[in-house]
């Protein structure tokens, strides 16, 4: 259980000294690597996060600036530091030497790059203060990381150090209820990387929504095979925008013959959420009066042109004679209801 261990505030660094680039290796435990199966190696992690996690931007950055400007974090490991805050500088300043070596970057003196400026974390402190402390910059702070990022290491915080989410909300200076909602969207991001495999790290927003929306958890909760169900349609594309999670909520939320209908047009071969989406507008109570109102207006200002053409397509005739049948079919109904007629 967790020993409740109090929010850093000592002193975090020994020093700040230029370090040897060539000493310094990257962070197996890289929020950002999470989601990739290790160990990696050196080239493994410094290809990634090159081209995926905007180490190419630093690196064209670096070109323009000639220097790095802000120190990188380092935990001393006998004569050699492993990268805690600045993995990212670290391999744009790697590929800006290798350059300059080989000679496509020409007029400059590498041995200028050859050391970083880094502050070095002290000797006595333990992992765990470490990365509460860097939760406390990263997830709290200043120095923002993505929603991805932070639920990583809230999950790490508390299943690798058996902290509690009150004991991490309180160090971390968050809400108990935040921490909970980053903790089981990293989780269930894991699960569905676990199920599917690829690059499901980018799938951690469409689990933050999920969680957002307390009708749809209560959806799962009714029949967890459902969250089955929520995932294939993710990993199958049918959903392929956390934004349509939004879209999804009203759908479950809907009567039983129309939520019936729009989860079968999701499962069908060519269909979508979207579609499903648009289906539920037309079925919806609070959009039926809309979009009749909206044809009232249609019909108001009708093209002359359109009704000459009409006059001799057959289908277009038949259109028309629906829909007065329709319209008509409508007010017998609401009569018949008790409903008063108009003049």
């Known amino acids: 259980m967790s020993t409740g261990t109090e929010f850093p505030r000592k002193r975090m660094f020994s020093e700040i000294i230029n370090v040897p680039l060539e000493k310094i290796d990257l962070d197996q435990e890289n929020p950002r690597l999470a989601h990739l199966e290790g160990p990696l190696t050196e ?6 996060i090159f081209d995926e996690e905007d180490g190419r931007r630093l690196y064209n950055q670096l070109k ?14 006998g004569d050699r530091y492993v990268v805690k805050e600045g993995n990212r500088r670290v391999v744009a ?6 350059d300059v070596q080989s000679g496509r970057i020409k007029n400059v003196d590498e041995s200028n790059f050859n050391d970083l400026p880094a502050k070095i974390f002290r000797d006595d402190l333990s992992a765990k203060e470490i990365d509460v402390f860097l939760g406390s910059v990263h997830i709290v702070g200043k120095k923002d990381w993505s929603a991805t990022n932070k639920g990583s290491h809230i999950f790490k915080l508390i299943n690798q150090y058996d902290e509690t989410p009150e004991s ?7 809400t108990v209820g935040k921490v909970k909602q980053s ?9 569905f990387g676990k199920k599917y495999g690829g690059k499901y790290i980018h799938m951690y927003s469409y689990f933050d929504e999920y969680l957002n929306a307390p009708g749809l958890v209560r ?22 925008n956390h934004r349509h999670i939004r879209r999804l ?15 079968g047009i999701i499962e069908s071969k060519e269909g979508n959420i979207e579609q ?24 108001d200002s009708f093209p002359i042109q359109q009704l000459k053409i009409a006059k001799n397509d057959a289908k277009k005739m038949i259109l028309i004679k629906n829909l007065i049948v329709g319209a008509n079919t409508l007010q017998k109904s609401i009569l018949d209801m008790g409903g008063a007629a108009t003049a």
């Open 276 to 299: 499903a989406y648009d289906t539920y507008k037309i079925y919806s109570d609070s959009n039926s009066w809309i979009i009749l109102e909206k044809t009232c207006k249609v019909l």
């Open 249 to 263: 909520k009203y759908i479950v939320a809907a009567e039983p013959a129309i939520q019936k209908k729009c989860l």
């Open 93 to 98: 300043s790697r590929k800006y030497l290798c």
């Open 168 to 174: 991490v909300a309180e160090q971390l200076g968050m």
């Open 183 to 191: 903790y089981s969207s990293y989780k269930l991001t894991r699960d």
């Open 219 to 240: 959806w799962v909760e009714d029949d967890p095979s459902k969250l089955d169900w929520l995932m294939e349609q993710i990993h199958n594309k049918k959903i392929s």
């Open 64 to 77: 323009q600036d000639g220097q790095l400007f802000e120190e990188i974090w380092l935990v001393r490991t």
């Open 43 to 48: 080239e493994q992690i410094e290809e990634y």
